[in-house]
């Protein structure tokens, strides 16, 4: 073998070379931003936090769960599992509806000293409802709130929760919240005396927002019915009114029928917004109750 093969040669293994070291470090340097992008995981109590929380940290790498993705209704009374607190184990953030609605906070704050936690209804604590997502002026608030609180738990990802922030909150803008707008100055301008019978206390947070007065608020799942003395009492109230509406799941519209027959009363069929599919889903749902709303004003 002459001079310029051997030459030749060298040059061709140390490029192998060049090219085997620069795909090791690759995999591994170019796993570790994978991993390290990833270790922040985010527990959610349930589902309209969750939602929330997918907006305000899209792309951002963190592993964002629903601890409660098999609850379709409201976190009142629910007890955590095994595989709750295995979740939480692993969590760096926890983030809460918060006033009240999830029992076993203290207890997790207990067992769970260096978790940080985010209480979404902080946004508006004088709010005695805990269901605060049920307005969108409240939710807007919230978005404001929860990023910034984000951002402090996570400086390297705060300029993406910033433009998150400020996405999700131009659609909620842009879409419900404007139309909320438009519903209030409607039955303002309508002059009807509308009174309104809540099946869920979460509708008695989106009334407030709108402008209706409410006569009477049941605390309601499909596990519950209102005791025969309270459909009594909303009955007696509700027939000294010039104009009822009952607002109620249509699955549960059932336990509406008495007062519908004695009174008269419209049912409007209100989604409370507690499961769903989609970070889009709150923008879809509380359009669609606005829309329910305005059908009845026609």
Same mark, same amino acid.
């Given at each position: 073998?002459?001079?310029?093969?051997k030459?030749?040669k060298?040059?061709?293994?140390?490029?192998?070379?060049a090219v085997i070291?620069?795909l090791?470090?690759f995999?591994?340097?170019g796993?570790?931003?994978?991993?390290?992008?990833?270790?922040?995981?985010v527990?959610?109590?349930?589902?309209?936090?969750?939602?929330?929380?997918?907006?305000? @940290?899209?792309g951002? &790498? =963190?592993?964002?769960?629903?601890?409660?993705?098999?609850?379709?209704? =409201?976190?009142?009374?629910?007890?955590?599992?095994t595989?709750?607190?295995?979740?939480?184990? &692993?969590a760096? *953030?926890?983030?809460v509806?918060?006033?009240?609605?999830?029992?076993?906070?203290?207890?997790?704050?207990?067992n769970? +000293?260096k978790?940080?936690? $985010?209480?979404?209804?902080?946004?508006?604590?004088?709010?005695?409802?805990?269901? $605060?997502?049920?307005?969108?002026?409240?939710?807007?608030? =919230?978005?404001? /709130?929860?990023? !910034?609180?984000?951002?402090?738990?996570?400086p390297?990802?705060?300029?993406?929760i910033?433009?998150?922030?400020?996405?999700? &909150?131009? #659609?909620?803008?842009?879409? +419900?919240?404007k139309?909320?707008?438009?519903?209030?100055?409607?039955?303002?301008?309508s002059?009807r005396n509308?009174?309104?019978?809540? /099946?869920?206390?979460?509708?008695?947070? /989106?009334?407030?927002?709108?402008g209706?007065?409410?006569?009477?608020?049941?605390?309601?799942?499909?596990?519950?019915? +209102?005791?025969?003395?309270?459909?009594?009492?909303?009955?007696?109230t509700? #027939?000294? =009114?010039?104009?009822?509406?009952?607002?109620?799941?249509?699955?549960?519209?059932?336990?509406?029928?008495?007062?519908?027959?004695?009174?008269?009363? #419209?049912? $409007?069929? *209100?989604?409370?917004?507690?499961?769903?599919n989609?970070?889009?889903?709150?923008?879809?749902?509380? !359009?669609?109750?606005?829309?329910?709303m305005?059908?009845? @004003?026609?």
């Amino acid at each position: 073998m002459d001079n310029n093969e051997k030459k030749n040669k060298i040059i061709a293994l140390t490029a192998a070379g060049a090219v085997i070291l620069l795909l090791l470090a690759f995999l591994i340097f170019g796993k570790g931003r994978q991993e390290k992008s990833n270790d922040v995981t985010v527990v959610c109590s349930f589902y309209p936090v969750y939602v929330l929380a997918q907006n305000l @940290l899209d792309g951002t &790498g =963190c592993n964002v769960v629903n601890m409660t993705e098999n609850l379709t209704g =409201c976190i009142h009374d629910y007890q955590m599992t095994t595989k709750d607190m295995k979740a939480l184990d &692993g969590a760096s *953030i926890l983030m809460v509806n918060g006033g009240g609605m999830e029992s076993f906070l203290d207890k997790v704050k207990q067992n769970y +000293p260096k978790l940080h936690v $985010i209480e979404v209804s902080a946004a508006h604590p004088e709010q005695e409802n805990p269901h $605060i997502w049920m307005s969108t002026d409240f939710e807007m608030d =919230c978005i404001d /709130f929860v990023s !910034t609180a984000l951002c402090d738990a996570l400086p390297d990802q705060k300029d993406k929760i910033r433009k998150n922030a400020e996405t999700y &909150g131009n #659609k909620i803008f842009e879409g +419900p919240y404007k139309e909320r707008l438009d519903l209030s100055d409607k039955i303002e301008e309508s002059g009807r005396n509308i009174r309104v019978i809540c /099946f869920n206390e979460a509708f008695e947070v /989106f009334t407030d927002s709108i402008g209706l007065y409410n006569i009477a608020v049941f605390s309601l799942d499909e596990n519950e019915t +209102p005791s025969a003395a309270d459909i009594a009492k909303a009955i007696e109230t509700a #027939k000294r =009114c010039d104009e009822v509406v009952i607002l109620i799941e249509e699955e549960l519209a059932i336990n509406a029928d008495k007062i519908v027959e004695e009174t008269g009363a #419209k049912l $409007i069929y *209100i989604d409370p917004l507690t499961s769903g599919n989609g970070a889009d889903s709150y923008i879809k749902g509380m !359009t669609k109750n606005l829309e329910a709303m305005e059908d009845y @004003l026609k």
